[in-house]
């Protein structure tokens, strides 16, 4: 039985479109995002231990010229100071660090997290085959869809962020 319909049949008060279009939304939703970390982030954590903030955070320094203060990077990431700090101490701990962290040269109480060159040669090493997953899991959509889809999901993000 589908969810939709086990859904209706536990509670007959979801019978309304609006209700059942609300729950699909939900159940493709969540379906999607399990198959993009199955396909795209489970084979990045398998080959070269990065999560999804793992490489997130590498591609934010690399992008800023290979180094930011941890707040710069917890506003880039879209988490907090504490989030990211906590990212960085678990990967300095790994045996051979992705990123250093040490203190600004112009303000010695700023923390300044730098990729290291292995974190370089671990992020060339699996763009290309990330990419390459990503452009196959949206290639069902045309461009105008996919940039539709984004739309709509930033509206249902955006309802959900704090202001």
């Known amino acids: 039985m589908k969810p939709r319909q086990r859904l209706l049949r536990t509670n007959p008060q979801t019978a309304g479109q609006e209700n059942l279009s609300a729950v699909d939304l939900l159940l493709h939703l969540t379906c999607a995002a399990d198959i993009a970390r199955e396909e795209i982030y489970r084979p990045l954590q398998d080959t070269a231990r990065l999560s999804e903030g793992k490489l997130s955070l590498l591609m934010t ?3 800023a010229g290979g180094e930011m203060s941890i707040g710069m990077l917890a506003q880039h990431l879209g988490v907090t100071d504490a989030t990211t700090s ?3 101490s678990r990967m300095l701990k790994e045996a051979q660090p992705l ?3 040490n203190s600004s040269t112009l303000d010695r109480r700023a923390v300044m997290v730098r990729i290291t060159a292995r974190g370089e040669q671990v992020l060339a090493s699996v763009l ?12 069902a959509l045309t461009q105008a869809e996919q940039l539709l889809l984004v739309g709509l999901l930033k509206k249902l993000i955006a309802e959900r962020k704090p202001k």
């Open 86 to 88: 906590i990212m960085i």
């Open 128 to 139: 290309p085959e990330h990419y390459r997953k990503v452009l196959a899991f949206s290639e």
């Open 99 to 101: 990123v250093e962290r």
């Open 61 to 63: 320094l690399k992008d």
